[in-house]
């Protein structure tokens, strides 16, 4: 087989409310990734400003815009600077009072490859995304770039086996999820504990089930909440790669910005898959079921 390790650069950071400076601060890492060899990057979750899902305000919606926009154009740029195929989070405005939580995705010569609008959208206590977002409509397709199929999903995709397997299906490659996820200031210790080792497992799961690797990159630092109510997010950082045995290829730490740099060895793919043949071994024929909502 030809060799096929794509060096992937990890963006962890954290944001202000200038998203001007985020954007800058974010164009000087992908930079840094690429100087040191990263031909794929990928950045978190809603990366131009802060988590903005905190609280419901209307106001809030003017954060949003067109694909393709001033954004868009911004990190096609980039990436054609760069050379790298670069994976973004974008608050999309679609149209008047229709919005979506967006991934878009630009190749090495800054063309836009594709993009996936979020699935399943969270309703939490800060994390009230279900007023800032409808639905995805896309589907779960991969999208074509020059180092491959990507399938890339978005936060609370990542708690869904359904996702990450109907990616797979279609020929996905790496899966790949942008993320802003943490921990309310109420959180024991050891509840943290508990909801970070489920989020890491439950993607290193998506990575064994399916065959291939999986790539999580999540913001890290504090971010207030504006109403007062709660003591805000601290987001958890701890960025990952998992090879296709759910082995971890490598983690940032949870409190520190940091720009990851780990191979990613495509052709461990078929070899884990002739190994484990998952695929092969499903029951297609008895899985109907998994249509409906609940079993009676």
Known sequence: MNERIIKTGLVQQCNTADTAANKEKLADNIRQCARQGARLVVLQELHNSLYFCQTENTELFSLAESVPGESTRFYSEIARETGTVLVTSLFEKRAPGLYHNTAVVFDSDGRMAGKYRKMHIPDDPAYYEKFYFTPGDLGFSPIETSLGKLGVLVCWDQW????????????????????AIGWESSDTPEEQQ?????WI??????????????????????????????????????????????????????NEEINLLVDIDLNRSENVRRWWPFLR???????GDILKRFID
Do not use: C, K
Request: aromatic letters at 6%.
């Open 160 to 179: 869904y086996p359904e996702a990450a397997r109907l990616m797979a299906l279609q020929g996905a490659e790496i899966l790949i999820y942008p993320t």
């Open 194 to 198: 508990r909801q970070l080792n489920a």
């Open 201 to 254: 497992i439950s993607q290193r799961g998506h990575a064994v089930a399916n065959g291939i690797p999986v790539v999580s990159v999540n913001r890290t630092g504090h971010e207030p909440d504006p109403s007062g109510q709660t003591g805000g997010i601290q987001f958890w950082g701890n960025s990952f790669v998992a090879g296709p045995q759910g082995e971890i290829l490598a983690m940032a730490p949870n």
């Open 281 to 287: 071994d499903r029951r297609i024929d008895a899985y």
